[in-house]
């Protein structure tokens, strides 16, 4: 791949990532991207075999930044789950702010059934994982009855409004808020 590739293939995932994440799949046309970047629709897909390989070349891209960043943050606060987790989720909503059930959606109605897998395992490896690593890290501190990747599974889904950018206007709970409920619940413990 020459470097004039390589920088027009940045150009369209840059362009792409901002329709697909405000958008979602199904309403972002290949050829408004195309048009935004300043080549031609053949041209985009000499780059990408479809919207789909293009959708994941995207997920790919911010998944691999939010990965190293995660990875850092939990680095440099895994001795507090709770600021730890503060940290992470605040990175989360302030550098990756998406629909994340429009993309569930997107999963499930609108891509191949191995586009999906093969998000699913992006999604896993670059956003749950450095969760369920921290979550293995304060195993002690958790209950046992459950499976840690089970416990990093429900927080995401605990979190995913709050990083929705159509919701970041009125959020009813600070972040702070929505992990004391997250570890500690709404009862009193007797």
């Given at each position: 791949m020459t470097k004039?590739?390589?920088t027009t293939r940045e150009r369209i995932i840059a362009v792409a990532q901002i329709h697909f994440m405000r958008d979602g799949y199904n309403?972002?046309?290949t050829r408004h991207i195309s048009l935004?970047?300043?080549?031609?629709?053949p041209n985009l897909y000499h780059h990408f075999k479809n919207k789909e390989a293009l959708y994941v070349a995207v997920l790919e891209e911010v998944a691999h930044e939010a990965l190293n960043d995660l990875s850092r943050i939990k680095?440099?606060?895994d001795t507090d789950l709770t600021q730890a987790l503060i940290q992470m989720t605040s990175y989360l909503q302030?550098?990756?702010?998406?629909n994340f059930s429009m993309m569930m959606n997107d999963m499930k109605k609108e891509i191949s059934p191995e586009a999906s897998f093969a998000l699913y395992q992006i999604?896993?490896?670059?956003?749950?994982?450095?969760?369920?690593?921290l979550f293995t890290l304060h195993k002690e501190k958790l209950q046992s009855n459950y499976e840690i990747e089970r416990y990093a599974s429900h927080y995401f889904l605990l979190i995913s409004p709050y990083l929705?950018?159509?919701?970041l206007s009125y959020n009813p709970l600070s972040i702070e808020e929505i992990?004391?409920?997250f570890l500690y619940g709404i009862t009193n413990k007797k």
């Amino acid at each position: 791949m020459t470097k004039k590739e390589a920088t027009t293939r940045e150009r369209i995932i840059a362009v792409a990532q901002i329709h697909f994440m405000r958008d979602g799949y199904n309403a972002t046309s290949t050829r408004h991207i195309s048009l935004e970047v300043g080549i031609t629709q053949p041209n985009l897909y000499h780059h990408f075999k479809n919207k789909e390989a293009l959708y994941v070349a995207v997920l790919e891209e911010v998944a691999h930044e939010a990965l190293n960043d995660l990875s850092r943050i939990k680095l440099q606060t895994d001795t507090d789950l709770t600021q730890a987790l503060i940290q992470m989720t605040s990175y989360l909503q302030q550098t990756h702010p998406f629909n994340f059930s429009m993309m569930m959606n997107d999963m499930k109605k609108e891509i191949s059934p191995e586009a999906s897998f093969a998000l699913y395992q992006i999604f896993k490896a670059a956003y749950l994982q450095p969760f369920i690593d921290l979550f293995t890290l304060h195993k002690e501190k958790l209950q046992s009855n459950y499976e840690i990747e089970r416990y990093a599974s429900h927080y995401f889904l605990l979190i995913s409004p709050y990083l929705n950018p159509d919701n970041l206007s009125y959020n009813p709970l600070s972040i702070e808020e929505i992990i004391n409920f997250f570890l500690y619940g709404i009862t009193n413990k007797k």
